[in-house]
């Protein structure tokens, strides 16, 4: 029997929930719903779901539970961008799952993956790179066909080795005098899979004129937490990062991954009821910045005229590599919490079209995710994969030597799903990376 509803946790803000009005617009959004065709797969539907635990008419504990289709969200928000009500979906299902965790209990595997590996061991780059070790020596030893299935899909998204590369804490600007002063966001992934992304982004920015600093004191952004239904968690996280970044005393706070720039910009909703530091997180996101958004932001006329030239002397010149990436055709993925979460689209695809010109081709079903979605490929496997293969024949589609997205997670699944498929010779970069390579084409032509 379903409980008392004076009885139960009020965890939804209704008067969000109700801005739904069920119209059905984000269903051709949902990647969840285009896969199954399921309405308790799609945003109505789950909201409808999450009003009916919160009033009691739907038990977590019961056979055929609501949590199965709530879990099964990729939380990657495309519904608020197709939504003309603007439903904030994102809040709700964060509450909802932050409820779910303390109210039901999961499978031992599930505990395992969301309260040990996922809480513990990723957002901590010491202890994310010393548990990556086995399964870079699982790779080498080629030994993944002896092992169950879901550690066989996990060893598909690690690394072949793992590079140490040791950041510097500060970073002097080409110009003198310096334009400003970025603080950057190394995140949990990026510095133990994507440090060279770090170093791409550093020389991008010294080079247009920038001091950048990496305050030593930052933590995980609190991504991890807040999507997997741990909020108190990630609201500790958050304050650490807003001090640390505070006495860096930065004009901007930039960050690379999609992911956690969603996150970082929310940190005034995350501490909404927190009076002691909420002005302080107001006054952090104000400050937060993607780097397309960023390079956008401040101008990048010099950067672009240096790329336009360059890809003008590289495509008109029979002896240039065929391999320059000037000449490739090349796509871009949107990573969803970079086109839904924070609404940017033209910003890094106005990036990639400096380098790429007239071999730029548009990727079918771009903003759809590809499946990554954080930790979703872990606790979601067999939904991730088909999203992951629905990405990946789309790229095949434009026939791209290149797919540049702003993401690590995105970078990880298409790159395993493009290798799966046999197509290993597509390279999958992050944009920092590819409009550093060009330059240092340009340079060395």
């Known amino acids: 029997m379903p409980a008392a509803i004076d009885q139960i946790e009020s965890f939804l803000d209704e008067k969000k929930a109700l801005a739904c009005v069920h119209c059905g617009l984000c269903l051709a959004s949902c990647p969840t719903y285009l896969e199954t065709g399921n309405e308790n797969d799609s ?54 799952r932050d409820h779910m965790e303390h109210a039901m209990r999961r499978s031992w595997f599930q505990r395992l993956l969301r309260r040990v590996m996922i809480e513990k061991v990723f957002p901590f780059p010491n202890r994310f790179r010393l548990a990556l070790i086995p399964a870079v020596w699982a790779n080498r030893m080629d030994i993944g066909h002896l092992l169950p299935r879901f550690m066989r899909e996990a060893l598909k998204l690690a690394p072949q080795s793992l590079e140490l590369r040791n950041l510097p804490e500060f970073s002097p600007a080409e110009t003198i005098p310096s334009k400003g002063r970025i603080g950057l966001v190394s995140g949990c992934v990026m510095p133990v899979l994507f440090g060279g992304t770090h170093q791409s982004t550093i020389r991008l920015l010294n080079r247009l004129g920038y001091d950048v600093v990496i305050p030593r004191d930052q933590v995980c952004c609190g991504a991890l937490y807040a999507h997997s239904g741990q909020l108190e968690m990630a609201r500790g996280v958050a304050r650490v990062n807003l001090s640390a970044f505070e006495q860096a005393e ?37 400050k937060v910045r993607d780097l397309s ?18 890809r003008r002397l590289v495509s008109g010149e ?13 796509t871009f993925h949107d990573a969803c919490h970079l086109a839904h979460a924070q609404g940017i689209t033209r910003q890094p695809r106005d990036l990639v079209k400096a380098v790429a010109g007239e071999n730029y081709v548009e990727l079918p079903e771009s903003e759809i995710c590809c499946g990554s979605a954080g930790s979703y490929n872990l606790t979601e496997p067999e939904m991730a994969g088909r999203l992951q293969r629905r990405k990946v024949s789309h790229i095949l589609k434009t026939q791209a030597h290149i797919v540049v997205t702003t993401n690590p997670g995105c970078i990880l699944q298409i790159e395993s ?5 046999g197509y290993d010779e597509v390279r999958v970069m992050h944009l920092a990376d590819y409009l550093e390579a ?8």
């Not at 930039?254 to 002691?276: F, M, R, V, W």
């Not at 029979?318 to 090349?330: C, N």
């Not at 799903?417 to 498929?421: I, S, V």
């Not at 060009?438 to 032509?445: F, K, P, S, T, V």
């Open 43 to 96: 945003p109505r539907g789950r909201i409808y779901l999450m009003r009916s635990i919160q009033q009691g008419r739907l038990s977590l504990d019961a056979s055929v539970s609501p949590a199965e289709h709530i879990d099964r969200c990729l939380g990657c928000r495309a519904c608020e961008t197709a939504c003309p009500s603007g439903v904030q979906y994102g809040a709700l299902l964060e509450h909802t």
């Open 250 to 286: 930065c004009d901007t706070v930039l960050i690379n991954a999609a992911g956690c720039g969603s996150t970082l910009k929310e940190y005034h909703h995350l501490l909404a009821a927190d009076p002691q530091h909420h002005d302080a997180a107001e006054q952090f996101v104000g």
């Open 293 to 310: 958004e960023w390079m956008d932001e401040v101008g990048w006329e010099a950067l672009g005229r240096v790329l336009e030239k360059g």
């Open 318 to 330: 029979k002896t240039a590599a065929p391999a320059s990436l000037f000449r490739l055709p090349t």
């Open 417 to 421: 799903g493009l290798k799966e498929h």
């Open 438 to 445: 060009a330059l240092r084409e340009i340079e060395n032509h």
